[in-house]
Structure formats: structure tokens, C-alpha cells
């Protein structure tokens, strides 16, 4: 089985461990809509990825991890979307959780992002109950991707602050959930994660400046979501702060030093590969010739 | 050091292990009001009294349990009270937290309850460190008692259906969580938690009917909190089902089931004075003198 089909298989093992056949009707269409509108994955994907390099002792326990992940990054972005922020209409190409309903979308939104939390944990504690000593490990690592401290939270809560270090909030909004990838595809193997997260941190930063470059010089239907929506918000960007040409350099870097914090194992190679890969993909179409990131 | 004292210790701790000194501050602001505004503490009072009646062998766990299941309220709280649901304006006599900011208060709201979410189980992960076999039941009984099957967000969502169970509402929006805190209570001391759920559940459904008898018959200041909200917003109550002498006879059977139903050992007559003595408080004043709930 690739990669792949282990996630969508594992995100949809926590929804049936979550939803139950005599709930709320309408929050458990939300929260299939929510996860099971097809995404690119990427979290999960390099989570399982990184616990291959590890050696994957326990495939039951990185699954778990890579869904529960996928959960919590489907959570901020049905928050995100919701008026309050974005005031999205689509997302990956499909109406947002708000507007899939005639009446109460806005409360369904703001519940089905809390289940998904929520979820998220139950599902990482559910699937570790014969590893009991990877719970703890796992849940602070996700748990600090996503938390008021330094994770998601934070980060998009700098949005509500005048002085605002763009750095640190890519790094909290963006970079925080693949560096807890990263670290904790290694935990999920058993192996320790301290070494990992200056992967995922770095690949998280490059993939901010992707999407912001998307966000300009990107196309609305390919991506499944409005474009321009860093100028309509006034968020901090990197192509506001660098230019296009700067934002493209910066992601240049970026990539170069995550192949460099790869550590030292069997699968480097592998992962180098995966992460070149994941940038060309990224990047649009238009500025690929451009970039040295898309070069053979 | 008495139980409520334990208790706020406990959420001190939580919240110096989830908030940074460099996160954004006015988040910061927004979770230390939403959790330090004084509140009744019922929950995990709860917890820590059948923690007590298990022998309570780790404290330092029984504290993290009570204070991750406060979060989790408090959180619920912070949502319930946005402008999409109760667009509440004071809440335990202080400002809701979406009032609390001149600008951006309902995206301060939005992620303080995403972020309380994700630290009720950060700080569960962290203070079971040294007793790992406790983290997977504990964060399973929490995570459901809030999650989108049977938990409060389920709970919640049926205020966006239109066939409501009114038993299945009550029991999913406030019991839930009751029963998570007996159960837990009983994991957090090491002993089974199920003989421990119906002492909770009947608790809780005891104080959705009691909080429905103040929400017509309560008194603003008191309470905290705006009443009449119920009928304001339609929800199901037990007072516009059963009336005022239904609902008050609803109630004192709902806390003699609750005394039978605790399990039996050492602490039990001390529960069940702790329980009577709960429901005499919650009764609002005018309703007391009629109700048997509170005889001598």
C-alpha cells in the first residue's frame, strides 16, 4: 500500500472511531466533508515518509500519527476559512465547511473544527493503546505544532496583533506542524525526534513561501481556493516582504538547508528526493523555469 | 491543600506550560481570562473527589486530569458564547472573551477555545509522564466526553437539527462531561472507571435540569451570566418540557439515582453529601424552599 491510500485509510478509521451512527447528522456530514475532501496530504505524507527512515516498527502507530496530523490541519483550516477569517467560499476546490449549509454553516464550522481537534487525540491515544510508552511523546509533539505556546494557535493569532515578526508567525502558522512531522514520524518509530524537527521546520518555511507565492502568481482552480488572499486580508507575506524574486531565492535556501538536516540514515537519499519533489510541485507553473528549485 | 485550591494550582500549571513568553499577547490575555475568571470548578471537584474515594495513589495525576477537563469546559464556554451561538456578553461575571478585545474579539475567541482544546491534552501528556499507562484511558474518556459522537460538541450540534432528542441533547452537551469526570477520576487513581460513569451521568443530567431552573428562575448577577437564554434562542429545555414542578421532581430523582449509583467503597457517604450539597447550591433560591433536593 503507498503512502497515500495508508492515510486516507487511517483518516477514515478515526472518523468511524469518532463518529457515531446516532449522532448530529449534520456535524458528521461536516466533518466527513471536512477530512475527506481529497488534499495534497503533505503532513502525513512526510510524517510517514520520515518513520520509514526510522526503520516504521509499529505501521498501526504512524498511521495513527499521520491522521491524527491530517485531522488537526483540517481543523485550522475549516476555522481559518470561516468569516471571522478568511471568509473563504472554497477550499481544495469544494465548498468551505460554512457554506455547505443552507442554515447553521457557521456553527457546524466552529464545531467541526473543535471535533477535529478533539478527534485528533483520541484517535493518537485509541491506536497507541498496545505502545502506551509512544502516546506521551506523540501527543506533546502534535500538541505543541498546534498550541497557543508556539503552534497554529499562536500563529494565526498573531494576525490579531500591530507588531508582528513574519519569521515567527510562518514558523507557528506554517512550519510548526512539519517540524512536528517530521519529529514525530521519528517518535512514532520509536526512534528520537529531537534530530528530525530541523527538517520539517525548514521544509514548513519553504512551503509558507510556496504558498505565498502561490497566493500572487498562483491559479484559483488549480489550487481549490481564492487567490490574492494575503492582499485582501493585509497578512504578512513573503512576497510583500521580498518580491517575487526574493520570495523564490528565500525558497531556494530553504529546501537547500532541509536536505542538509536530513540526518544520517539508511532513507536520506529517498527523503532528499521526496522533498525536491514536493517543491516542484508547489511552485506555479510559472515560475518554475525561473527557480533553480525546479532544476534536474 | 483543599480541592480548590488543587485545582487552580493545576490550571496555573497548565497554562505556564502552554503559553510562551514570546506568543502573541493578546491571546495570551484572552486564555488566562477565560480560564482564570473564578468559576464553580464542579467538574473537576468532582474528578478530585472520586480520585479521593479511589485512594488518589498520584496526585500529580488526579490534579492534571481536573484541570484538562476544566480547559475543555472553558473552552466550551468561550464558544458557546460567540455571537454564532449565545452572543453572550458577560460570562461568570466578567466579560466573555469575544467582548474582552475593542478589535479582532471573536478571532481571539475563536482560537482561545481551539487552544484550550489542544492544551487539556498537551498538559494531560505532560504531567502522566512518569505514569504512561494512565495517559491513553484518561485522554479517551476526556476526548469523548467533548468529541463529535456523544460529547459536548455533539451535544451542541443538535442545536442545528431540527428532530432533537431532549434526553440524548442533555446528556451529550452537559452530562458528558460529568460522567468524563467521575470516570476519570477512577483512571486517574488507577482503578476501572466504568462502575464510576452513572454517578456522573445522573450528576450531570441533575445539573442541565438545575441550570435550566435558573435560566427562568435565576438571578443575572448571581449567576454570572445573562439569563432567559434559553428560550431566547429555543433551545430544548427541561423547564418548557416538564414545567417548573416537573423539572424540580426531574431533578431530585436524577440525584437519588446519582447516590445510588455510587460504587461501593470508603468514600461513599462523603460523595453523596458533596453531590446533595452541589444540587442545593445550583437550585435557584426562590425554588429551594419547595424542592425535597434541599431538606435537612
Not at 465548498?95 to 457557521?106: D, K, N, S, Y
Not at 493569532?157 to 510548526?176: F, G, I, N, P, S
Not at 510556496?210 to 485582501?232: M, W
Request: charged fraction near 20%; glycine fraction near 8%; proline fraction near 6%.
Amino acid at each position: 500500500m503507498d503512502a497515500l491510500q495508508r492515510i486516507e485509510q487511517a483518516l477514515a478509521a478515526a472518523l468511524s472511531l469518532g463518529l457515531a451512527d446516532d449522532g448530529p447528522p449534520k456535524l458528521a456530514r461536516a466533518v466527513r466533508h471536512a477530512v475527506q475532501t481529497p488534499g495534497s496530504r503533505a503532513r502525513p505524507r512526510l510524517l510517514l515518509a520520515v518513520a520509514d527512515a526510522c526503520g516504521d516498527d509499529v505501521p498501526a502507530v504512524s498511521d495513527a500519527a499521520a491522521a491524527s496530523l491530517e485531522l488537526l490541519h483540517c481543523a485550522s483550516l475549516v476555522h481559518d476559512d470561516m468569516p471571522v477569517f478568511d471568509d473563504a467560499d472554497t477550499r481544495r476546490g469544494a465548498p468551505t465547511v460554512h457554506r455547505l449549509f443552507a442554515q447553521h454553516g457557521e456553527q457546524l464550522a466552529l464545531l467541526t473544527g473543535d471535533g477535529l481537534i478533539v478527534l485528533a487525540f483520541e484517535n493518537l491515544a485509541w491506536h497507541t493503546r498496545g505502545h502506551p510508552q509512544r502516546l506521551g511523546p506523540l501527543t506533546l509533539i502534535i500538541a505543541r505544532a498546534v498550541g497557543v505556546g508556539h503552534g497554529i494557535v499562536a500563529g494565526q493569532a498573531w494576525e490579531c496583533e500591530t507588531d508582528v515578526d513574519l519569521t515567527q508567525y510562518h514558523r507557528q502558522k506554517t512550519a510548526a506542524l512539519f517540524s512536528a512531522a517530521t519529529a514525530a514520524g521519528a517518535a512514532a518509530a520509536g526512534v528520537e525526534p529531537a534530530p528530525w524537527c530541523s527538517l520539517g521546520e525548514h521544509l514548513g518555511l519553504a512551503y509558507q513561501v510556496a504558498d505565498d507565492l502561490r497566493d500572487v502568481a498562483g491559479d484559483a482552480a488549480a489550487l481549490g481556493k481564492p487567490i490574492g488572499q494575503d492582499a485582501t486580508h493585509a497578512r504578512p507575506s513573503a512576497v510583500s516582504q521580498l518580491g517575487i524574486d526574493g520570495a523564490i531565492a528565500r525558497l531556494e535556501d530553504l529546501l537547500t538547508a532541509a536536505v542538509d538536516a536530513i540526518p544520517d540514515c539508511p532513507g536520506r537519499a529517498k527523503l532528499a528526493a521526496m522533498a525536491q519533489a514536493e517543491m516542484e510541485r508547489l511552485l506555479p507553473a510559472q515560475l518554475r523555469a525561473a527557480s533553480r528549485v525546479a532544476r534536474p
